[in-house]
T-cell receptor
Framework: DAEITQSPRHKITETGRQVTLACHQT?????MFWYRQDLGHGLRLIHY???????NKGEVSDGYSVSRSNTEDLPLTLESAASSQTSVYFC?????????????FGAGTRLSVL | DQQVKQNSPSLSVQEGRISILNCDYT??????FLWYKKYPAEGPTFLIS?????DKNEDGRFTVFLNKSAKHLSLHIVPSQPGDSAVYFC????FGGGADGLTFGKGTHLIIQP
């Protein structure tokens, strides 16, 4: 079965460290997204990609970067982790065709920055 | 400025009765709306969606109603079951089948009482 997987599921790091969260999907979807979920904010868009070599900034992109070297993966990098980046991170993908924008989510990565 | 609002942080409903979850939006460019269900420590899972050209969409026990003039949508669950206890997110997308990210509300925690 096609799926979207995130790793690690839990991560503890220190302020100032570089951290990379992995996202891998086997649906062959062109579109991939990263969101963060915080109490009182719902899910907010960080970055997204329409395809290989394409990346775009979302609502809360400061301090984050992504790269898309193949269809299956969109890793999220925190260049210099800050305590404000403690959050739960979700990756999603969508086919985007047929007038629909149904996004399918991974199980999430809980990141703590100490 | 919140573009998608879920004004009820929680809702308690008796098993077998109807659950009604509400969502309001402010952005007139939104033309596709989705409901996601989320259990603790899992990613959001797609439940049902509706395009702005429709005013109702039904899938089994779940029905979504859209009132464009009022910029309001609601999710009806009939009958409510214990497994429906979860956080429900309303989400919206502009430009229909495009690849843009979703804008989420803060969620409503639905509790089904036995």
């Amino acid at each position: 079965d096609a799926e979207i997987t995130q790793s690690p599921r839990h991560k503890i790091t220190e302020t100032g460290r570089q951290v990379t969260l992995a996202c891998h999907q086997t649906w062959n979807h062109n579109n991939m997204f990263w969101y963060r979920q915080d109490l009182g904010h719902g899910l907010r868009l960080i970055h997204y990609s329409y395809g290989v070599q394409d990346t775009n900034k979302g609502e809360v992109s400061d301090g984050y970067s992504v790269s898309r070297s193949n269809t299956e993966d969109l890793p999220l990098t925190l260049e210099s982790a800050a305590s404000s980046q403690t959050s739960v991170y979700f990756c999603a993908s969508s086919d985007g065709g047929g007038g629909e924008n149904i996004q399918y989510f991974g199980a999430g990565t809980r990141l703590s920055v100490l | 400025d919140q573009q998608v609002k879920q004004n009820s942080p929680s809702l308690s409903v008796q098993e077998g009765r109807i659950s009604i979850l509400n969502c309001d939006y402010t952005n007139s460019m939104f033309d596709y709306f989705l409901w996601y269900k989320k259990y603790p420590a899992e990613g959001p899972t797609f439940l049902i969606s509706i395009s702005s050209i429709k005013d109702k969409n039904e899938d089994g026990r779940f029905t979504v109603f859209l009132n464009k003039s009022a910029k309001h949508l609601s999710l009806h669950i009939v009958p409510s079951q214990p497994g429906d206890s979860a956080v429900y997110f309303c989400a919206a997308s502009a430009f229909g089948g495009g690849a843009d990210g979703l804008t989420f509300g803060k969620g409503t925690h639905l509790i089904i009482q036995p």
